[in-house]
């Protein structure tokens, strides 16, 4: 049974099917768009013991799965696709029946930043990949990683690398557009999503409160060597059991 996830705000409604928690989340009709989705904990953790998935209950993993339905392209940092073990990006049966019946592709691209091109590419995200994922990198990344990477992706130069640059986001999204890549699912981690931000090329937020205090030393949602103010508006406001589910859309 799906966990229960109830409406409270802007029109309150009980126990939402997934066709009405894809239609709370749908992305814009019409123009490019990027969403982020993260957990954190009361008092601001992004992680615990190191992994954001520990955080996150049931029905956050409901919604983590939905929103990946309607994407284009599924944005990921290197370290978090580390981190949390990810493989390759499939969607389950259902989605990938849902998404060509709206005529998308079965599975969403995969799209991975890295600045040092730290990625294998033997692992199951090329291996078993059902689509030829991207990776975004600078032109001073190491030659020879971006060689054996360029035999089981797309490796895609955004940003000069000189000095500490790092991807440059604006780059990112026009590129992906220009594939038609326009609705963009970003899952972090913390780095990238900063640099998105100071690059304002966010244009939502999907953040689960976790009912619990974490403490230690756990990094926030997104870090950046300097402070860049976004100005946000709620969207939509969900409540499973003691867990809040929000939507905050560029204000």
């Known amino acids: 049974m799906s966990a229960r996830i109830d409406r409270i705000w802007p029109e309150p409604a009980e126990d939402l099917d997934d066709g009405d928690l894809l239609e709370a989340y749908a992305f814009p009709p019409g123009r490019p768009w990027l969403r982020m989705n993260f957990v954190a904990s009361l008092d601001g953790a992004a992680t615990r013991r190191g992994r954001s998935g520990e955080l996150g209950d049931d029905a956050d993993r409901r919604v983590f799965d939905l929103l990946r339905r309607p994407a284009h392209a599924v944005l990921v940092g290197a370290g978090?696709?580390?981190?949390?073990?990810?493989?390759?990006?499939?969607?389950?049966?259902?989605?990938?029946?849902?998404?060509?019946?709206?005529?998308?592709?079965?599975?969403p691209v995969f799209a991975l930043v890295s600045r040092?091109?730290?990625?294998?590419p033997a692992s199951t995200i090329f291996a078993e990949a059902p689509v030829r994922p991207i990776v975004y990198t600078v032109a001073d990344a190491p030659e020879s990683r971006r060689a054996a990477l360029d035999a089981v992706a797309d490796v895609v130069i955004a940003g000069n690398g000189k000095g500490s640059a790092e991807v440059d986001p604006t780059l990112v999204r026009e590129d992906l557009a220009r594939r038609g890549l326009t609705r963009i699912h970003g899952e972090g981690g913390p780095h990238l999503f900063g640099s998105f931000i100071a690059a304002r090329a966010v244009d939502e937020l999907c953040l689960t409160l976790a009912?619990?205090?974490?403490?230690?030393?756990?990094?926030?949602?997104?870090?950046?060597?300097?402070?860049a103010p976004t100005e946000m508006r709620l969207a939509s406001l969900l409540r499973a059991d003691d867990e809040l589910l929000l939507r905050y859309v560029r204000g």
Not at 86 to 103: K, L, Q
Not at 116 to 120: I, K
Not at 213 to 221: H, M, P, V, W, Y
């Open 80 to 107: 978090t696709a580390r981190i949390e073990e990810y493989g390759a990006m499939r969607v389950d049966e259902a989605s990938a029946a849902w998404r060509t019946r709206n005529g998308l592709s079965p599975h």
């Open 116 to 120: 040092r091109l730290d990625l294998d």
């Open 211 to 227: 009912p619990s205090l974490e403490s230690g030393g756990a990094r926030r949602i997104a870090t950046a060597p300097d402070p």
